[in-house]
């Protein structure tokens, strides 16, 4: 069998921009010193003309992207997660959301895998800020080929898209033949009837392994990836907290507000059923290589399996 | 400018006037102090200079104008109504449940070009505006108005650079210098001076200009137009309260709504400067 491909969807961001240029002539791309890094730099090689370095003034760049978007343009606004959702959050609110322009915000090194930088960078609060703004779209790709799509996708709808992209490294496992992306619509990757493991970015491909541990055990696994947080799938959720009962989520991200949390609201009113919750918990993170960093946060399939096992023995 | 436009000016600007003491009353909220130091320019930039045209709120080339200091939408909102963007009977609704007028703009009501009242952060989207027809060849000014008090934000100093890194020429920032904020004098508070060096620093135009005077006004933008490769802030010298003899320079007006009498008194000393510009 062929090594698995990997890439990190913050080069997936930057070649999609690059490439979906020429069709969309009203893209243009923003960052605030880190061209280098969120890979808008690769856009910049090829579009100079189109792309705007704001310096590093994050607050600026977002009322920029604002005002650009008035005047008829799709500005991708981007910078790392942290400063994206976190220092520019305020103006994001009033600026973007409010009047619900048509700005994209591109958010790389999202989550604790941003590693060796440590805790003033890991933006594990971004999904769970996003979220309470009104009218805001979060998209939070697994791969490649998704991220790639989403892109394209954010571009296509007209509004305010807070889109997450991180620095490690990911496994490309979607086809980009047959991939399809929509904005809302969560896909269902394995089929079971135990329970379901309810993954976004990162970790759906370490749910996909753990859905396999767990197999071996004799427990049928659904795996759900759910791209889009907001708005989030509520029909494919809660159909999966009927037919299996019990629903673990799986996110590079605080326990507390994102992807684990929507799927609880969600539940709630649909289907009351048991939700573990799996992401960083209520804590910051700290320095570390990315692939250390998740297995010490439980952000990995070994323990993805060791949880939904001992929550499968506690469900009735 | 002939005696004749400067006294049309003037009259409108006093209507401009009443229509801000007339919706901070029936709101029984809001800030009148600080609208009452833009009603001038205001008029001048809708009436005199801006290409606007209230059937087309839209229209792609238009003029932009963003209001920073977001809180002065009353006096937005009442130049608005005055040129033809919406009724004047909704000024009488100004920030009531289910009325047009938000107490602070919104990009949804006719002539508002951007939603706007945390403050620092309009002069951003100004910005944005003013990158977007540069990079698409237009024509179209972009003007922002910001509180003397406002520019203590950071963000303001964000965009400052931005906008003479890029070369803003169609931008044109209006600061207006009442020398007061809420918590007192800008001197007192936490004060923002030098304004005019400040932006100098920042590789701005400055202009001075007196906020109440047509001929200052109309040469102060005039110059702006003169400027190639620089954003111009217009450093405008305003009485905050200006038409109103009990609120003029008293920071207690800042954002208190007149009551029923003081709403009789404003709108009488209103009307008899009204009359002796119309008579």
Redo the contacts between chains.
Sequence with gaps: MAEVQKKATRESYGEALRDLAEKYPDL?VLDADLAAATKTGIFQKAYP??F?D??I?E???????????????I?FASTFAMFAAGRAY??VR??IG??H?NVKIGATHAGISVGEDGATHQCNEDIALMRTIPGMTILNPADDVEAKAAVEAAILYKGPVYLRFGRLAAPIFNDPQTYQFTIGKGLTLREGTDLTLVATGLMVSEALKAAELLEADGISVRVLNIHTIKPLDTELICQAARETGLLITVEEHSVIGGLGGAVAEAVTSCCPVPVVRIGVNDEYGHSGSAVDLLKEFGLCSDNIAAVAQKAFSEKK | MNEMTKKQLQATACRVRMGVIEGTYHAKSGHPGGSLSICDTLTYLYFAKMHVDPKQPEMADRDRLVLSKGHCAPALYSVLAERGFFSKEELKSLRHIGALLQGHPCIHIPGVDMSSGSLGQGISAACGMALAAKTDNSFYKVYTILGDGEIEEGQVWEAAMFAAHYQLDSLVAIVDNNGLQIDGKITDVCSPEPIPEKFEAFGWHVIPMDAHDFDSIEAAFAEAETIVGKPVAIIQTSVKGKGVSFMENQVGWHGKAPNETEYQQAMAELTTQLKELEG
Excluded at chain 1, 59 to 73: D, Y
């Design positions: 243009v003309e189109r705007f704001c310096g003034a607050a600026n760049m977002m009322g920029v992207a604002a005002g650009l978007a008035t005047a008829g343009k500005p305020e103006i009033n600026s409010y009047p322009l």
